[in-house]
């Protein structure tokens, strides 16, 4: 029998849970609302609902698990357990969640960056297999990056997830708790768009982005400040680490797939120090699934 690990992406509006296989293949699974400032004690008592429902289904005892890998947007602290990000998990800051959940499973648990874990995820099943270096960009509520240098995920000083989706790409740009101004996240990311628009009554990102298309220019003006940021951080990434594929996900990634990658293709274009036609810029293959499928990727490498 196929060896599982239970996956768990952690997002700031939603948490996803599957029971993956040793191919990335998703058996069974379970999608909640995130509501991280209801308190982290409830969104504990959530999650653990979840995984016992997720593991019932797919009639696999916790206890035969390779693990449980969190997938969760940074920082954290890795050692602790301790999520230290307030910003897309307000309310969760400074609590340990890996502790919890291994009394409970009785199962090894550890946490994953989200946008390494999504790469993760596409390396071992969806659109980076087979590459040596790859980059993935996690468009949403937050802007995740992440790089795959000779099949292994990229990890720097201390053993930290480097922040591609902090990349200053404006420095006249918005403030960003990451202490930086105008970078790539504070300017492309969902709530970007949502605060831009919201100056022109536009009730979220997806708003700015439906009236764009109806030809408003004042959205037009938003979405296309969004893909001009991408355009300028694809500049600096392929002149850093000259990735095979790029790829890009997330839930507006995906959505507005078309728009980021022709950003994407005109830095690819006009960079004449990259090699021609060895850049390719795809859609994760993996869509929602991808952060799932590495997080529990990272424990069935670990067994
Ligand atoms: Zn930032």
Redesign the pocket.
Known sequence: MSRFALGVDIGGTKIAVGAVDAAGAVHTRRTIATDAEAGFDAGIARLTRAIDETLAEACVEAAALAGIGLGCPGPFDEASGRIENFYTLPGWEGNDIVTPLADRFGTPVRLINDADAALLGEALAGAAQGARVALMLTVGTGLGGAALIDGVILRGAANEHPEI??LIVDPTGPE???G?RG?L??LAAGPALARAGAEFGYADAEAVFAAAEAGAAPAQAIVGRSADAMETAVWSLIHSFLPEVILIGGGMGERHFALYREAAERAIARAVLAPAGAIRVVKAALGNDAGMVGAAALMLDDA
Do not use: A, N, V
């Open positions: 989706g902090h960003c708790y990451c930086g970078c996240e504070s």
